[in-house]
Antibody
Framework: EVQLVESGGGLVQPGGSLRLSCAAS?????MNWVRQAPGKGLEWVAS????????YYVDSVKGRFTISRDNANNSLYLQMSSLRAEDTAVYYC????????????WGQGTLVTVSS | QSVLTQPPSVSGAPGQRVTISCTGS?????????VHWYQQFPGTAPKLLMY???DRPSGVPDRFSGSQSGTSASLAISGLQAEDEADYYC???????????FGTGTKVIVL
């Protein structure tokens, strides 16, 4: 059974940077980051292909966030820079087997708070 | 600004049937991209409830069923139980946005 465990969240000032990590067992297929602002709905953030050759982002984070992976260490990353208050959310990593496939499973999430 | 619209809440008594709608457009559900559904309890991560419009993952009771027609999809819960009280989200792909999109979310309330 695939298990995903996120880490790296915390409090950061506006304009600052943070790197999230996701440790995964069974690390194949597309990997994704999805976030959820406090009391709000789910928002897809970024995706990376199994070999790292393709990366996609939601418009609101393009140029600020970078998704990457280390298959040798079964790890997924999200480097976040120029953080804004509206980036405050719980960030989940999730697996997706196919281009139009479902997100499954999900990690437990890590909270990122952008505030001065 | 979700492109998939869901009712904020639906409610029903134990044993009743409730339906959650997910309304999209020709850029997502209407383009025949699969719709998936997730269940989320407070303070926990979402969990896959339905995939490819109407397929249930192993372990999901057959009280849950999904359908898709035109630019909309629906999730039905029959024989509603207290443990079904949670938030539910639909999800698909939008070709105009080139993005994976989620619905606005629906809270199911068991009376």
């Amino acid at each position: 059974e695939v298990q995903l465990v996120e880490s790296g969240g915390g409090l950061v000032q506006p304009g600052g940077s943070l790197r999230l990590s996701c440790a995964a067992s069974g690390f194949t297929y597309w990997m994704n980051w999805v976030r959820q602002a406090p009391g709000k709905g789910l928002e897809w953030v970024a995706s990376i292909k199994h070999d790292g050759s393709e990366k996609y982002y939601v418009d609101s984070v393009k140029g600020r966030f970078t998704i990457s992976r280390d298959n040798a260490n079964n790890s997924l990353y999200l480097q976040m820079s120029s953080l804004r208050a509206e980036d405050t959310a719980v960030y989940y990593c999730a697996r997706r087997k196919e281009w139009f496939g479902e997100f499954d499973p999900w990690g437990q999430g890590t909270l990122v708070t952008v505030s001065s | 600004q979700s492109v998939l619209t869901q009712p904020p809440s639906v409610s029903g008594a134990p044993g009743q049937r409730v339906t959650i709608s997910c309304t999209g457009s020709s850029s997502n559900i209407g383009a025949r991209y699969d719709v998936h559904w997730y269940q989320q309890f407070p303070g926990t991560a979402p969990k896959l409830l339905m995939y490819a419009n109407s397929d249930r993952p192993s372990g999901v009771p057959d009280r849950f069923s999904g359908s898709q027609s035109g630019t909309s999809a629906s999730l039905a819960i029959s024989g509603l139980q207290a443990e079904d009280e949670a938030d539910y989200y639909c999800q698909s792909y939008d070709r105009s946005l080139s993005a994976y999109v989620f619905g606005t979310g629906t809270k199911v309330i068991v009376l």
